[in-house]
């Protein structure tokens, strides 16, 4: 019986034009799951939802939760829920989510940390899914400029399944 491959990793802090996405530390969960907010984090951040995410971090582990940076101010998170696994097909598949605090929603930052994730998934192989409520057009949006088109019908909340598939690779 063979081992199971372990996930690729994924560098600790990827970068786009106007954003940083570091991995969060020990102390950033420490923080968050106080209720509390570091240096540098924006007034309406963490939200709920980035504290659900720290209940999901592991220490090393590339495929977890980031904070979504500005300049010095952290604006939101974006990360996986867990490890990519193989999909029915056998692709390495990981499901990801992102938002953003109030206030920065409509600039374009949700749309660009997605892609510089999807850039570093690419890069590894993994294909990457999306839960979104059906109602939530800003989040539709978002998911569909980033290329996550395909749809697998709904989980069992209710929300949509986006995928996006891997890019074919030049022969």
């Given at each position: 019986?063979?081992?199971?491959?372990?996930?690729?990793?994924?560098?600790?802090?990827?970068?786009?034009?106007?954003?940083?996405?570091?991995?969060?530390?020990?102390?950033?969960?420490?923080?968050?799951?106080?209720?509390?907010?570091?240096?540098?984090?924006?007034?309406?951040?963490?939200?709920?939802?980035?504290?659900?995410?720290?209940?999901?971090?592991?220490?090393?582990?590339?495929?977890?939760?980031?904070?979504?940076?500005?300049?010095?101010?952290?604006?939101?998170?974006?990360?996986?829920?867990?490890?990519?696994?193989?999909?029915?097909?056998g692709v390495l598949e990981a499901e990801?989510?992102?938002?953003?605090?109030?206030?920065?929603?409509?600039?374009?930052?949700?749309?660009?940390?997605?892609?510089?994730?999807?850039?570093?998934?690419?890069?590894?192989?993994?294909?990457?899914?999306?839960?979104?409520?059906?109602?939530?057009?800003?989040?539709?949006?978002?998911?569909?400029?980033?290329?996550?088109?395909?749809?697998?019908?709904?989980?069992?909340?209710?929300?949509?399944?986006?995928?996006?598939?891997?890019?074919?690779?030049?022969?």
């Open positions: 019986m063979t081992s199971p491959v372990p996930p690729p990793s994924l560098p600790p802090v990827a970068v786009t034009d106007r954003l940083r996405m570091p991995l969060w530390t020990a102390d950033d969960v420490a923080a968050i799951r106080a209720g509390g907010r570091r240096q540098g984090y924006h007034p309406d951040y963490p939200r709920p939802d980035d504290r659900d995410a720290a209940a999901l971090w592991r220490d090393g582990d590339t495929w977890g939760p980031r904070h979504v940076v500005r300049g010095v101010t952290a604006l939101g998170s974006i990360g996986f829920f867990g490890s990519p696994e193989p999909a029915a097909d990801v989510g992102v938002g953003l605090v109030a206030e920065a929603r409509g600039y374009g930052f949700a749309t660009e940390a997605l892609r510089g994730l999807l850039a570093l998934t690419d890069a590894a192989g993994v294909r990457v899914r999306a839960s979104v409520e059906p109602t939530h057009q800003a989040s539709l949006r978002v998911l569909a400029k980033a290329g996550l088109t395909g749809l697998r019908g709904a989980d069992e909340d209710g929300r949509l399944v986006m995928v996006r598939p891997l890019p074919v690779a030049a022969p």
